[in-house]
């Protein structure tokens, strides 16, 4: 294997794991709203929910951030490992990786909670949350792409606008839906 098959690894299972980032507090916005449904169908929805949770994060969201996180560090070592230091762009990307995965087990606590029946976020507030993934991507992406070419705080800034961007979109279709 060269650096070529494993970057196309990389990619692939970045790809996967943030299709789970992105699915899976979709899933519980809908598992909590199931709440406001007649006890019947809020027992069916939210077992189902549930089975589909487990099922996301085990089955591809564990595997994929693994096989990330490998094919990540093997990339690291092979090219930037011995100017490690001089790749400032690199430290500022793999804190943002370390914040995804600290995200990746705040959603596993989400889940677990939802199993015991506690629910401490609404679901506007699950919707903000599941955000936060296309913030971590937006910043990752452009820090590997861009590398040192964008200054440090313009790319803050933008990245800072971009968040309130988003999160204003998500309380604009709030208020779109509430309308209705």
């Not at 070529?4 to 519980?28: M, N, Q």
């Amino acid at each position: 294997m060269n650096y070529e098959h494993v970057k196309a690894i990389h990619i692939i299972f970045v790809t996967s794991w943030f299709a789970g980032l992105f699915y899976l507090p979709r899933l519980l916005v809908y598992h909590t709203e199931a709440n406001s449904k007649p006890a019947m169908e809020r027992d069916i929805l939210q077992k189902e929910y549930l089975r589909m949770e487990k099922v996301l994060f085990n089955a591809i969201m564990i595997p994929a951030m693994w096989l990330t996180v490998i094919s990540g560090i093997t990339l690291v070592y092979w090219t930037w490992w011995d100017s490690f230091a001089a790749h400032g762009w690199l430290h500022i990307k793999l804190l943002f990786v370390l914040g995804l995965i600290i995200y990746h087990f705040y959603c596993r606590k989400l889940i677990l909670e939802l199993r015991q029946n506690k629910f401490r976020f609404s679901g506007f507030q699950l919707r903000l949350f599941n955000e936060i993934a296309t913030i971590f991507l937006f910043a990752i992406v452009f820090l590997v792409v861009l590398k040192n070419s964008v200054d440090w705080i313009w790319g803050l800034a933008g990245l800072l606008v971009f968040a309130l961007v988003i999160l204003s979109a998500v309380r604009i279709v709030k208020w779109i839906r509430e309308k209705k």
